[in-house]
């Protein structure tokens, strides 16, 4: 089967840094995505990490290991417009996400 | 200019209903995707296509039937409708249907089932 695991809310103040965390249990694995839903908004992409190791963009960095089946979302410098929803997925072939049950960030002044 | 655009962005229906969402991407695209979101907000993949060709059906109950015109256009018909479909409907696309391909999604369609 495939799951994937995140806690299902963190809060941060403006200006911290959190991390999200996600692991997995798959059945063949390419590498792990992240995306982002504001209320009522779409899904939009973030990151993807396909090999071990730290991915950085911006305030944003995708963390992957492969070996502990483990991956993170790091944000810094948080503004209050990070307040979403973060999402870890995994990608198959044939372009199939499947997606953890989601973190709700919400960030205070 | 949208990229993924869906119509329409609210659907309310009395149960035994049938609908239609429709889906258009001008990405230019090839692969498309419909996903169902609960009232949890979580995520599910129900159908993809791949130049206009199902690839993926992921035991949706057969009222729900995709149809993809050409392969800009993916639309999902839904027959019979049931309290349980109450939903988000999102329709994504992407360049191909690799694993490390970005999926774009539409703004979502917000069905309520009466």
């Known amino acids: 089967g495939q799951s994937l695991e995140q806690p299902s809310e963190v809060t941060a103040v403006e200006g911290a840094i959190v991390q999200i965390n996600c692991t997995y249990q798959t059945s063949g694995f390419y590498g792990l995505s992240w995306y982002q839903q504001h209320d009522g908004g779409a899904p939009t992409f973030l990151s993807y990490n396909a090999l071990d190791g730290l991915e950085e963009t911006g305030r944003f960095s995708s963390f992957l290991s492969r070996s502990d089946s483990y991956g993170y979302l790091l944000l810094q410098e948080l503004q209050m417009k990070d307040s979403a929803s973060y999402f870890c997925a995994v990608p198959y072939q044939g372009g199939k996400l499947i997606f953890g049950q989601g973190t709700e960030l919400s960030v205070k002044p | 200019d949208t990229a993924v655009s869906q119509t329409p962005k609210y659907l309310v229906t009395q149960m035994g209903n049938d609908k239609s969402i429709k889906c258009e991407q001008n990405l230019g695209h090839d692969t498309m995707y419909w996903y169902k979101q609960d009232s949890k907000k979580f995520l599910k993949i129900m159908f993809s296509?791949?130049?206009?060709?199902?690839?993926i059906n992921e035991t949706v109950p057969n009222r729900f039937s995709p149809k993809s015109p050409d392969k800009a256009h993916l639309n999902l018909h839904i027959n019979s409708l049931e309290l349980g479909d109450s939903a988000v409907y999102f329709c994504a696309s992407s360049h191909g249907g690799r694993a490390a391909d970005t999926q774009y999604f539409g703004p979502g369609t917000r069905l309520t089932v009466l």
């Open positions: 296509y791949n130049n206009k060709e199902l690839i």
